[in-house]
């Protein structure tokens, strides 16, 4: 062997372990011409590798049902969810359409949209926001507005 394709032992060790994990019938395609022989060299994830947060949907849900304010609202999401796996989990929650190509603002906008945002529209719609706002004045507001 020349200095460049030096095998290691280790490699060699691997090669042994993936011919003795093969199936009776894919051994025996190994004596046969019409089969050839290729190696795959794949990356291990390590058992180290951060898992997925498992935070829970359900509550998650119903916190953000709770916000009136949108920017709360994102900062209470980018809190709980911090991966794009994590928004990606909220918004299958949410039965929302999710791209590959989304990213994780887009993603928490829509997010955020999608609760907070189409509560707010409704009230708007409805005028029930602006009944409350007025409730909540005090009487020497609500004289100086009329």
Do not use: W
């Amino acid at each position: 062997m020349s200095k460049g394709k030096f095998v290691d032992i280790t490699a060699l060790d691997k090669i042994v372990r993936a011919i003795k994990s093969l199936s009776e019938v894919e051994l025996q395609k190994l004596g046969d011409s019409n089969f050839e022989i290729q190696i795959k060299l794949v990356r291990k994830r390590s058992d180290d590798a951060p898992q997925a947060s498992m935070f829970p949907l359900d509550e998650v849900a119903a916190k953000l049902a709770t916000f009136d304010d949108r920017r709360e609202a994102q900062v209470y999401l980018r809190s709980v969810a911090e991966t794009k796996k994590d928004l990606e989990r909220v918004a299958r929650h949410f039965e929302m359409v999710i791209s590959k190509q989304d990213t994780v603002d887009i993603l928490a906008d829509r997010i955020i949209e999608t609760t907070v945002g189409a509560r707010l529209r409704s009230r708007a719609i409805q005028g029930t926001a602006a009944s409350e706002n007025v409730a909540s004045q005090s009487p020497e507001k609500k004289a100086a507005s009329s």
